[in-house]
């Protein structure tokens, strides 16, 4: 007793001196230690707090979330005391009988176990002054070990030292801290853990890379402590700890929404997305962590329970879809106040060859679903009206690139059909006819006004980008019919909280109103789609389906009320699919959430805006069939028509102006005179095998008494005119009889351009 006496008092004196030699002893506190632990992972959290995503930021170490000691298994808790310091709760920081006793053993060279208490063992976790170096800690760090583990249990309680060594300790190799273990090796939450997995938890802490064997040896002897010895089965315990040591369930990521996970870590970044972009690295994930500490938990707008169904709704159609080459989709869902994401679907998970490939963000082809915006504005403009009647018949159209021959999907022609049906119907040859008015440059400005971010120009795509030649994201292409719900009001998305949406006017409100009308009218797609289609929904929904070039994408887009959703379905790839339609690809996926939104909410028609009106409206007849049946027509007020005829001595079956139409500004039907070539934005050469003074541009007009101004002055009379080209750009005016302006075009001409073959002679486009 006499020496261990002079132990323990040698013991105290070089404690004292330690003290006296380090006087500014910084203890954290508890509260600091827990606000300081950063998981390796972050938690994507829903609107309402419910974890969504996790995705691994820390590639250095495998650490999990903190758990509070009532988490924690109480199996666990009496392992680890048991195997590492039995008596925890009777010493104040030093197990002196064990400092004692370990003195006594190295005097002898007698193998005992370690004096070092959980006290002691976290104050080295805490402060690296006192962490062991490969050779061991040395004796001053022993002592500063000591005094620390005294001075924080004078601050802390012997729970909180419980809790902390819990979540700090290294387990076995990447693993720090028992979430991370318990997940791993066991595949469960730590409160879950038995006796034999606290067993073998407890004798990784001892030697964290052992062999199996000599953990499952050293977990044997930690359970005999807890259970009778008989009833300790080693041998079962030996093949239990090797088959638990090779598991890996703790994956780096797991969770409902791992591309809107990426985008939200990205964005700490980078503040604004960039549309289109691959997904962030895992160096920059670090980044965003390493940016602000807030960045483990990241709140999104997303709805946990509709993310959850977006999900198996989109992977249980693509298995249905599996033996038509179709393995991807996506799916968006916004609020259309607040334009926040409330569910974001990047791919098909386990069904996709390219799963981390962000089918939201990714850019593809539209196909038809850009044809609502190309209407509304030919509506704005006042160029048609939803009643006018469009062509739908073999066209050919002139292009720098030579002849442009738009189709129909089932490239059948329906012949002369209103605005209504052809945009409804989805018809394309309409569509480029209403382009050619339009212009593709002002085509091109107006999907930019709604958040398209078209990469190039007007002129680039041409008139096919009325099918949907572009490319744009599934996101921002949602957004755009978001702005068709609003009312043509545009406002940017968010994923995180937007209550106040900074709203501009892209669309005129008047003819949002009328497209959107018309998306949501069953009959008007009845020629394509049937009367009663699965874009049909009990409660009120606009929506509208597009298929890309060799059926490569499919979309299903549309709104409601409060919500608007949009679906792609196609390959990642870029592979085409098999005999996929646009009722049978992404629009039940589309029909499957809308339902599951309105469930219980209803959805009904917005109110009009001012200046549109609604009148009854009947159609001629061509052939001695009427072309559509009488029905109420929305119009921009002024333009309103109650009879839409042909006239019958018309042998080219073009329309003319209806009976009753005022103030139309230029319509392939019911106009008062419209130009018809050349198009708006054509930019032509002089030949230069031609003398100048030989070439001659040709212009075309509907109507009567006209009268055509080139820059302002009169150069010819009558539906046909003939001018002398001459360098520079021009503004060509149709004059009504009442001098009022009916239509206006401008054009380019260029003093030299590539030289041509004789026999072509004359002038041609240049470009578009």
């Known amino acids: 007793m006499g020496l261990r006496t002079t132990i323990r008092s040698s013991s105290i004196a070089l404690l004292l001196i330690a003290a006296c030699a380090r006087p500014a002893w910084a203890i954290a506190t508890f509260d600091e230690v827990k606000r300081e632990f950063r998981p390796s992972d972050t938690l994507i959290l829903d609107r309402n707090g419910e974890v969504i995503q996790r995705l691994r930021t820390d590639n250095t170490v495998r650490r999990g979330q903190w758990v509070a000691l009532p988490d924690v298994s109480p199996a666990l808790r009496t392992a680890l005391v048991l195997s590492e310091d039995k008596r925890f709760y009777e010493h104040s920081g030093v197990d002196w009988r064990a400092v004692s006793s370990a003195a006594w053993g190295n005097l002898w060279n007698t193998k005992t176990r370690g004096a070092s208490t959980l006290s002691m063992q976290l104050a080295g976790l805490l402060d690296d002054d006192w962490r062991a ?111 638990a040591l090779q598991r890996r369930s703790f994956e780096a990521n797991g969770g409902v929404a791992p591309h809107l996970a990426r985008r939200l870590l990205a964005m700490t970044v980078r503040p604004e997305p960039v549309e289109g972009s691959p997904a962030p690295k895992a160096s920059t994930l ?35 879809l599996r033996g038509r080459h179709v393995e991807d989709g996506a799916i968006a869902v916004l609020d259309n106040a607040t334009g926040e994401v409330l569910a974001w679907v990047g791919s098909s998970g386990v069904l996709s060859g390219a799963a981390d490939v962000d089918g939201v963000m990714a850019l593809r082809q539209p196909g038809s679903t850009l044809k609502p915006f190309l209407y509304a504005q030919a509506i704005a403009e006042r160029r048609i009206t939803a009643a006018s009647l469009l062509d739908d018949s073999s066209s050919q159209i002139q292009t720098a690139g030579g002849l442009y021959i738009p189709q129909n999907y089932d490239r059948q022609f329906k012949g002369l059909v209103s605005t209504r049906t052809a945009l409804g119907a989805s018809l394309n040859v309409p569509a480029v006819r209403t382009l ?68 501009k006017q ?62 792609w379905v196609g390959n990642a790839s870029g592979a085409p699919m098999w005999d996929v339609s646009g009722t049978s690809g992404a629009a039940p996926v589309w029909a499957a959430l809308m339902n599951h939104l309105h469930k219980i909410e209803p959805s009904h028609a917005p109110l009009p805006p001012p200046g549109v009106v609604q009148v009854r409206t009947s159609f001629g007849t061509q052939a001695g069939q009427q072309l559509e049946a009488p029905r109420s027509e929305w119009f921009l007020k002024g333009t ?77 009379r009558g539906a046909q005119a003939q001018w002398l080209p001459w360098p520079g750009r021009h503004t060509v005016q149709l004059i009504g009889d009442k001098a009022e302006v009916l239509d206006e075009i401008r054009i380019e001409v260029r003093g030299a351009g590539v030289k041509k073959v004789a026999q072509q002679g004359g002038t041609r486009p240049a470009s578009k």
């Open 506 to 567: 892209a669309i005129d409100s008047r003819a949002a109103f009328i497209a959107t009308d018309i998306l949501s009218d069953p009959l008007a797609r009845a020629r394509t789609f049937g009367t009663d289609s699965v874009l049909a929904t009990r409660f009120w929904t606009a929506v509208k389906t597009g298929t890309s070039k060799d059926m490569r994408d499919n979309w299903a887009v549309g709104y409601s009320q409060r919500y608007t959703v949009g679906v």
């Open 436 to 503: 050619v008015m339009v212009s593709p440059d002002a085509f091109h400005k107006q999907l930019q006004a709604v958040g398209l971010p078209l990469r190039e120009t007007g002129d680039y795509y041409g008139y096919s980008m009325a099918l949907g030649s572009s490319e744009v994201s599934l996101l921002s292409l949602t957004n755009a019919y978001r702005t068709l719900a609003n009312g043509g009001r545009f406002s940017t998305w968010a994923v995180a909280a937007n209550p106040k949406p900074v709203f």
């Open 286 to 320: 670090r980044q965003a962590q390493d940016r602000s500490s807030s960045a483990q938990t990241v709140v999104s707008t997303v709805r946990a329970p509709l993310q959850r169904f977006a999900v198996q709704t989109l992977t249980q159609h693509l298995r249905e």
């Open 133 to 243: 170096a490969a050779g061991g800690r040395s004796v001053t760090q022993k002592i500063g070990q000591t005094v620390a583990a005294q001075l924080m249990e004078r601050s802390w309680r012997k729970d909180q030292i419980l809790e902390a060594y819990l979540n700090l300790v290294s387990f076995r190799g990447e693993m720090v801290g028992i979430d991370a273990l318990s997940r791993t090796l066991f595949g469960k939450a730590a409160h879950g853990l038995d006796e034999r997995e606290a067993a073998i938890a407890a004798a990784l802490v001892r030697a964290p890379n052992a062999k199996a064997a000599q953990v499952a040896q050293r977990a044997c002897g930690v359970l005999k402590t807890m259970q009778a010895p008989a009833k300790v089965d080693c041998e079962g315990l030996d093949m239990f700890a090797t088959a």
């Open 640 to 716: 309103e028509q109650s009879l839409v005829a042909m006239n019958s001595g018309a042998g080219s079956a073009r329309p003319e102006r209806a009976e009753g139409q005022k103030g139309l500004k230029d319509a392939p039907t019911g106009t008062a005179g419209r130009i018809t070539a050349p198009a708006n934005g054509t930019i032509l050469a002089l030949d230069p095998d031609i003398p100048p003074n030989r070439q001659r541009l040709s212009f075309s007009a509907e109507g009567r008494n006209l009268r055509w101004q080139m820059d302002g002055k009169v150069f010819a």
